[in-house]
């Protein structure tokens, strides 16, 4: 799938997120932090969370499968945004752990509305409640707001949610061709090449953000090959943009 601009396509774009994972997970690899401490521990989670559902969502985009890729740019985008509260703040491991607890009590009260006793599954504690006792969980929205993110969250976020969630807008997006006064259903119509474009851009500078903050926080400076490799993908960046004004 190219694009008409001679200077941007999903081939550049894929190839080189490509060249990015290979190459940050590399230098994670010789990086240097305390297991032991729950920051540092948490952080390397989900980092390899980011990465994961980056690498899975760059995996469909090779074989041209648009379908699910802003399904998992969501959650990869949820990842990111808890990394990245983890970062600023230390003390965000427990406000994690308070959202688990909470959807889980959430889970089990309503188990009890529709299940008989028998069939409600074992209630366990594995440590989780007591270590978070007293922490209020925060929305997805608040997460956001923490570092910064409220434009994110009102923009790229809400598109990805608009695929996850199956609303109307996307369901007609996806499914209904529309000619003169008919309008016919359709399945696995291929995506618009802008939104390729667009989902491309997301997982790459969700990859670069991602790696940036970890080896800053890290003290670690990027290698020769990293930097290059994130200056490259920045310049692809404004292209696309300029693609995208080109569209309006």
Do not use: W
Request: charged share 25%.
């Amino acid at each position: 799938m190219e694009s008409s601009h001679s200077e941007i396509s999903m081939d550049i774009i894929i190839n080189l997120v490509n060249k990015m994972v290979k190459s940050f997970l590399s230098e994670t690899s010789t990086t240097t932090f305390n297991k032991h401490n729950a920051q540092n521990l948490y952080l390397m989670c989900l980092y390899g969370r980011v990465f994961e559902l980056g690498v899975s969502a760059l995996n469909l985009m090779k074989i041209n499968d648009y379908t699910g890729v802003p399904v998992v740019l969501r959650s990869q985008l949820e990842a990111f945004v808890d990394f990245a509260n983890l970062i600023a703040d230390k003390e965000f491991a427990k406000i994690i752990g308070a959202n688990f607890v909470a959807q889980k009590k959430r889970l089990y009260k309503n188990f009890g509305k529709d299940l008989e006793r028998s069939e409600l599954p074992p209630y366990s504690d594995d440590g989780t409640e007591r270590a978070v006792k007293g922490i209020k969980p925060q929305s997805i929205s608040e997460r956001f707001e923490n570092v910064s993110l409220k434009k994110a969250h009102i923009s790229a976020y809400f598109i990805l949610c608009g695929y996850s969630h199956n609303d109307l807008a996307m369901l007609e997006n996806r499914h209904i061709e529309r000619s003169d006064n008919d309008y016919k259903i359709v399945f696995f119509k291929e995506e618009p090449l802008l939104n390729c474009l667009r989902f491309g851009v997301t997982l790459g500078l969700t990859l670069v953000d991602t790696h940036k903050m970890l080896m800053e926080f890290f003290g670690k400076t990027l290698d020769d090959d990293t930097s290059e490799i994130c200056q490259m993908f920045i310049q692809l960046i404004e292209k696309a943009m300029a693609l995208f004004k080109s569209n309006e």
